[in-house]
């Protein structure tokens, strides 16, 4: 079990290139989120999905695009980065516990865009 | 401008010393949520509460919702070196898939 994984842990980007941010999770969490995260700034959520075939935008979407592939994988795409775009990218998915959800978090992609 | 302000910013204590976090709100959350994360990895959850006034103790760490259900804290009682970290908290508001993180508190605790 092996939780939310991440792939590429690392990433560095030049203005205007795309890249695609995997995410996958094996708990069969229906809902999956994007944040990132900068300095003082805390968790910022990008995109959700609360359930497979269904996404929204959250705080901060502007840049981006998501695909929640099947139940298991949701993706992040940068079509045209920019240097704002430099940041920890966590991946997280949800459980319902009681009353309370509870989020699973990935290891995190770190962003530089020069 | 954020849902949760938390505060301190930072917090540098010596081992052994108590330390309390602050995260407050003008809004009403249904469940709030402390989260721990160190250098390099994801946040992981330490706790949740739901009921207002609600009180958690995980080993040293103590955790409380307000009345209101508007701010949160969390204590530590004889801080260890293992406690370093960002703390941050989270809370949902009601029929919200969504949470809402404070900025965190980067706790830094001196052998």
């Known amino acids: 079990n092996a939780g939310v994984t991440q792939t590429p842990k690392f990433q560095v980007l030049k203005t205007g290139q795309s890249m695609t941010l995997q995410c996958a999770q094996d708990?069969?969490?229906?809902?999956m989120y994007w944040y990132r995260q900068d300095p003082g700034m805390g968790l910022r959520l990008i995109y959700y999905?609360?359930?497979?075939?269904?996404?929204d935008k959250g705080e901060v979407p502007n840049g981006y695009n998501v695909s929640r592939l099947n139940k298991r994988e949701f993706s992040l795409r940068l079509e045209s980065a920019a240097p704002s775009q430099t940041s920890v990218y966590f991946c997280a998915s949800r459980e319902m516990t009681g009353s309370a959800y509870e989020q699973y978090f990935g290891p995190g992609t770190r962003l530089t865009v020069t | 401008t954020q849902l949760l302000e938390q505060s301190p910013q930072f917090l540098s204590i010596q081992e052994g010393e108590n330390l309390t976090v602050y995260c407050n709100s003008s809004s009403v959350f249904s469940s709030l949520q402390w989260y721990r994360q160190e250098p390099g990895e994801g946040p992981v959850l330490l706790v949740t509460v739901v009921t207002g006034g609600e009180v958690k103790k995980l080993k040293r760490l103590t955790f409380q919702f307000g009345d209101a259900r508007k701010d949160s804290s969390l204590h530590i009682t004889a801080a260890q070196t293992g406690d370093t970290g960002l703390y941050l908290c989270?809370?949902?508001?009601?029929?919200?898939?969504?949470?809402?993180f404070g900025a965190g508190t980067t706790v830094t605790v001196r052998a």
């Open positions: 989270a809370g949902r508001l009601s029929n919200d898939y969504k949470l809402s």
């Open positions: 999905s609360a359930s497979e075939g269904t996404t």
């Open positions: 708990m069969n969490h229906n809902s």
